[in-house]
């Protein structure tokens, strides 16, 4: 049996959220710990070449149909941030936004994002 692999892509506001996190660890933590924390995020979105009901996975219909959230962790120690993600046709995951934890996510995620892909026609 072949393993499936998925693509996980970042849409346009979960990229400036990432690129938003680095600079804000990079500024408060120094460029050591940005470059740690990015490693750990990209482990997280590479860990989900697995499929979207990986490990740790949650899903989260109170937020739109078919969104999930993966908190960005190593070794079942929890961190800080949360991956928003949907699954789409072709194996591909969307990341939809990259969130801090204690952020009610309901407030960063359109009605618009959670009805409709930006990787739809």
């Keep these: 049996m072949a393993l499936e692999i998925w693509r ?23 460029a050591r710990q940005a470059s740690a924390y990015r490693d750990l995020m990209l482990q997280s979105l590479l860990k989900l070449r697995r499929g979207p009901d990986v490990l740790g996975a ?8 078919g969104l999930f959230t993966l ?11 949360l991956l ?4 789409q046709s072709g194996q ?4 939809l936004r990259v969130l801090h934890q ?3 996510l309901e407030l960063y995620v359109s009605p618009d994002a959670a009805a409709k892909s930006e990787f739809e026609d």
Aim: aromatic residues 8%.
């Design 92 to 95: 591909i995951i969307e990341i």
């Design 84 to 87: 928003l993600y949907r699954p």
């Design 8 to 30: 996980p892509v970042l849409s346009r506001p979960a990229e400036q959220d990432f690129i938003g996190i680095i600079r804000w660890t990079a500024e408060n933590f120094g």
């Design 102 to 104: 204690s952020m009610d």
């Design 58 to 65: 949650r899903s989260r219909d109170e937020l739109g149909p």
């Design 71 to 81: 908190n960005v962790g190593r070794r079942g120690k929890p961190g800080r941030h």
